[in-house]
């Protein structure tokens, strides 16, 4: 009985942890929802605003503002690039790492535009600009660099594929057509001059027999050859012979013609 109850016991206690763990993560999940939900919305609310202040301001405060609009898009675009890349391509890891280490110097580019934007000595922000745009378009075109070599890659990999699909198709379709195909013994014979009987791809003639007579010529022998098996001579027919055509000797006497009482 006790040992019923021990049992029981365990497996209430192992409910009981099992239902907060799947609470805890469900709470974490859907916090880390949230904070992304919020992320995301400050971060559209900022780029509205750079884009009104680039579009609607003159002088430093507008070339801030450009500066760190074009920034934020160069890097937020090479991010995704390569976090999409990187699920189907592995070799994409090192260039991850790479834009990792070039975050840090742009989101320390990205802060110090932001305090400048409130400086009241424009003066002095006016004074940073030209440093402070060559930095940007240092850490821009390292971010391009990468974006495009990694859309480059992908689009390679896209081509050989296709590449592949077609020849596979291509081959496919010749197998179904497969009464379309010429014959190469035909195809070869239309183009080579007609050939005589007899010596054409395929005959086989047999060979004349050795005449027993020395004196044959070749001509018998090619008839031999040419004209198969010989052939049995058919029977003459007997005529009488003609009286008026037969010759007469001298002790031969001559018919007396008959005569009719």
């Not at 922000?125 to 480059?152: F, M, N, Y």
């Not at 379709?173 to 007609?194: I, K, M, Y």
């Amino acid at each position: 009985m006790e040992a019923a109850i021990t049992i029981l016991a365990l497996f209430l206690v192992a409910f009981v942890a099992l239902g907060v763990y799947a609470t805890v993560k469900a709470v974490g999940a859907a916090k880390r929802g949230v904070d992304r939900t919020i992320t995301q919305a400050r971060r559209t609310v900022e780029d509205t605003t750079l884009r009104a202040k680039s579009f609607g301001q003159t002088g430093v405060a507008g070339e801030l503002a450009q500066l760190r609009l074009a920034l934020r898009t160069s890097m937020r675009a090479t991010q995704d690039a390569l976090h999409a890349g990187a699920a189907e391509d592995a070799s994409l890891a090192e260039s991850v790492a790479l834009f990792r280490r070039l975050s840090e110097h742009g989101l320390e580019l990205d802060d110090e535009l932001k305090r400048l934007e409130r400086e009241p000595d424009r003066a002095t922000v006016a004074g940073l600009l030209p440093k402070l745009r060559e930095r940007t378009q240092r850490i821009t075109h390292s971010a391009e660099s990468l974006r495009w070599a990694a859309r480059d890659r992908a689009r390679q990999f896209a081509d050989d594929d296709l590449d592949a699909l077609n020849a596979q198709i291509d081959i496919e379709a010749g197998a179904l057509r497969h009464w379309t195909v010429e014959d190469p013994s035909q195809t070869s014979g239309a183009g080579a001059p007609a050939s005589t009987p007899g010596q054409g791809p395929g005959t086989d003639w047999p060979e004349p027999a050795a005449s027993a007579d020395p004196s044959a010529g070749t001509s018998g022998t090619a008839e031999q050859a040419w004209s198969g098996p010989a052939r049995e001579e058919s029977p003459q027919a007997i005529t009488a012979p003609d009286p008026r055509l037969r010759t007469t000797y001298p002790w031969q006497k001559s018919t007396r013609p008959e005569t009719t009482n």
